[in-house]
T-cell receptor
Framework: AQTVTQSQPEMSVQEAETVTLSCTYDTSESDYYLFWYKQPPSRQMILVIR??????QNATENRFSVNFQKAAKSFSLKISDSQLGDAAMYFCAYSVLEPNDMRFGAGTRLTVKP | KAGVTQTPRYLIKTRGQQVTLSCSPI?????VSWYQQTPGQGLQFLFEYFSETQRNKGNFPGRFSGRQFSNSRSEMNVSTLELGDSALYLC?????????????FGPGTRLLVL
C-alpha cells in the first residue's frame, strides 16, 4: 500500500527566510505523481507544486521548489523568502496515474514569524 | 469562473440520521472527487465521479455513497451516521481524469454528528 509520511507536525520560519518541509512515501510503482498542497486557515486547499516521478528535474514554482529523490522516496518542499501569507497546513500527496486515489500525508503546520 | 462550491457549509446531525452534501464543480470540469478530513485520520479519498460514473472508491463502508448528475454536480450521502463521521468533507474538481491536472478544492462542508 502506498503511504505518505510527513515527519514534521509543525515548523516555523522567520519572514524572508527559507524553510524545508519533509515528505517520504512508499510505493512499488515506477511512475506516479507527487504534490504539495497548501491549506490556509479557514480557506480552500490549493495546489502548490507537482512532480512526475519520471522527470528527473525538480519542479519549481516561483518561491517554491522541490527536492525529489526517487531512490530514497523523498519529496521535500523548499519555500524561499517566506512570506506571512505562506502560513498554512502543507500536505504532501501521492497518486498513481490512474485511477485517482490520492494519498495524503498528515500535514505540516507552518508558522511564519514577522 | 466561479470556484468549486459546496453546500451546506456547516451541518449538525445526530447518530443514526442520514445526510446529503452537495458539490458544484467549476464550469467545464467533469471530474469530481470527495475527501474526508479528520484530525485523527487526516485527508482520505472517498470516491471520484466522471461523466456520472464512479471511477474509483476509497476504503470506506457502504454507508458512504455518491452520485453525479449530467451537469457534473455531485452529491455524497452518508447513511446511519456515526460519531466518527464528524469531519470536514471536501470536494475537488478537474477537467478530466488525468492525475496531473490540477484539482480545485471547495471550501468544504463541516459535519458534526452528535
Amino acid at each position: 500500500a502506498q503511504t505518505v509520511t510527513q515527519s514534521q507536525p509543525e515548523m516555523s520560519v522567520q519572514e524572508a527566510e527559507t524553510v524545508t518541509l519533509s515528505c517520504t512515501y512508499d510505493t512499488s510503482e515506477s511512475d506516479y505523481y507527487l504534490f504539495w498542497y497548501k491549506q490556509p486557515p479557514s480557506r480552500q486547499m490549493i495546489l502548490v507544486i507537482r512532480q512526475e516521478a519520471y522527470k528527473q528535474q525538480n519542479a519549481t514554482e516561483n518561491r517554491f521548489s522541490v527536492n525529489f529523490q526517487k531512490a530514497a522516496k523523498s519529496f521535500s518542499l523548499k519555500i524561499s523568502d517566506s512570506q506571512l501569507g505562506d502560513a498554512a497546513m502543507y500536505f504532501c500527496a501521492y497518486s498513481v496515474l490512474e485511477p485517482n486515489d490520492m494519498r495524503f500525508g498528515a500535514g505540516t503546520r507552518l508558522t511564519v514569524k514577522p | 469562473k466561479a470556484g468549486v462550491t459546496q453546500t451546506p457549509r456547516y451541518l449538525i446531525k445526530t447518530r443514526g440520521q442520514q445526510v446529503t452534501l452537495s458539490c458544484s464543480p467549476i464550469s467545464g470540469h467533469r471530474s469530481v472527487s470527495w475527501y474526508q478530513q479528520t484530525p485523527g485520520q487526516g485527508l482520505q479519498f472517498l470516491f471520484e465521479y466522471f461523466s456520472e460514473t464512479q471511477r474509483n472508491k476509497g476504503n470506506f463502508p457502504g454507508r458512504f455513497s455518491g452520485r453525479q448528475f449530467s451537469n457534473s454536480r455531485s452529491e455524497m450521502n452518508v447513511s446511519t451516521l456515526e460519531l466518527g463521521d464528524s469531519a470536514l468533507y471536501l470536494c475537488a474538481s478537474r477537467q478530466g481524469l488525468a492525475v496531473q491536472e490540477t484539482q480545485y478544492f471547495g471550501p468544504g462542508t463541516r459535519l458534526l454528528v452528535l
